[in-house]
């Protein structure tokens, strides 16, 4: 098994206020994968959302991978961990607690996901949802640290 240097795993994003601010921060990773119906999903959320879509969904823990576009952002977390696994490979990533939001992003017939850490969910510089706030000369570092095992 082939290891990423720890920087490579640890990404850091660094958000920095010259004035009182707010700020929205996240990771947009992509995942290469033969075969999306075989994961197995294990995230932190009992619901989420459809990007462009009034309404809240039950996550079952399945997708429909049929669709044109997937577009899910899980607002409400209960943990900074999620676990995608198949016959091959395992998965973690843990994310710092600002991340407060998850989006699961994909496109039909092509051969990768996204599982994203934001801090805010879609829109939130024009709601004030879940903005961090940053007073003057104040910064604030989130990190996303991935986990990957082949498995034999």
Same mark, same amino acid.
């Given at each position: ?89 395992? =998965? !973690? #990533? ?5 991340? %407060? &939001?998850?989006?699961?992003? +994909?496109?039909?017939? /092509? ?20 903005? =961090? !706030? #940053? ?5 604030? %570092? &989130?990190?996303?640290?991935? +986990?990957?095992?082949? /498995?034999?």
């Amino acid at each position: 098994m082939r290891r990423l240097p720890d920087e490579a795993r640890s990404p850091l994003r660094t958000a920095s206020s010259r004035s009182r601010e707010y700020v929205t921060v996240g990771f947009h990773p992509y995942f290469a994968v033969g075969d999306k119906a075989a994961l197995r999903w294990q995230i932190p959320s009992q619901a989420y959302t459809i990007k462009d879509q009034e309404g809240v969904y039950p996550f079952t823990g399945s997708f429909d991978w049929s669709q044109p576009e997937l577009d899910y952002l899980f607002p409400t977390l209960s943990n900074t961990t999620a676990l995608v696994e198949d016959e091959h490979t395992h =998965l !973690r #990533l843990d994310w710092d607690p600002q991340f %407060q &939001c998850l989006v699961l992003w +994909t496109v039909h017939n /092509k051969p990768f996901y996204c599982l994203e850490p934001w801090s805010s969910p879609r829109h939130a510089l024009n709601t004030g949802e879940k903005l =961090l !706030r #940053l007073s003057p000369g104040e910064s604030c %570092q &989130c990190q996303l640290k991935l +986990t990957g095992i082949l /498995k034999k």
